[in-house]
């Protein structure tokens, strides 16, 4: 009996087109590279005999299990993904998609990209829509000042720039 988990609220369903094909890349990766690679490695280890002290095979096993879990996962979550791949109709309103420049109260810039829950990065500066930042700048524009209610406290930010595309590195 496995340890008991809350039910969590589901994710948003929305990814944008190049997150919808990193995930269904993945899938194929795994289910025809190597998933039959790690599959003739189980079979090679059985063939040697003792399966019970047979690190190669109970390895093997094991990571079989891990790569049925993920292609479950994936088939499940890409069956009720929607990849969102227009521009919203007015683009100085930040929506799902939106490329956002912030200015914090230190006077600090800050870019963010809104996107879906299973393709955030905080490295490249993509929040999941679901995030309580992306939450609060939701239909904002230009200048508006925005409240973020965050575990350490409220922070404000004030919207610089909202754009579809990525912002230009200078």
């Known amino acids: 009996m496995g340890r008991?988990?809350?039910?969590?609220?589901?994710?948003?369903?929305?990814?944008?087109?190049?997150?919808?094909?990193?995930?269904?890349?993945?899938?194929?990766?795994l289910w025809r590279k190597k998933r039959p690679a790690v599959t003739q490695a189980v079979s090679e280890a059985a063939a040697q005999g003792d399966r019970s002290e047979n690190a190669e095979y109970i390895y093997g096993k094991k990571q079989l299990r891990e790569i049925d879990g993920r292609v479950r996962f994936l088939r499940k979550r890409l069956d009720h993904l929607q990849a969102v791949d227009r521009v919203p109709e007015d683009t100085?309103?930040?929506?799902f998609g939106a490329?956002?420049?912030?200015?914090?109260?230190?006077?600090?810039?800050?870019?963010?990209?809104?996107?879906?829950?299973?393709?955030?990065?905080?490295?490249?500066g993509w929040i999941s829509m679901d995030s309580p930042v992306a939450r609060a700048l939701m239909k904002?524009?230009?200048d508006d000042e925005v409240r973020v209610q965050l575990p350490g406290g409220d922070r404000i930010?004030?919207?610089?720039?909202v754009q579809y595309e990525r912002f230009g590195e200078n």
């Open 92 to 95: 100085s309103v930040i929506y």
């Open 157 to 161: 930010l004030y919207v610089l720039a």
């Open 99 to 124: 490329w956002v420049k912030l200015e914090d109260e230190d006077g600090n810039e800050i870019k963010y990209r809104i996107v879906g829950p299973d393709e955030f990065d905080t490295a490249q």
């Open 140 to 142: 904002k524009t230009i």
């Open 4 to 29: 008991y988990r809350p039910p969590q609220k589901p994710g948003s369903n929305y990814i944008t087109p190049e997150g919808y094909q990193r995930l269904y890349d993945e899938l194929n990766y």
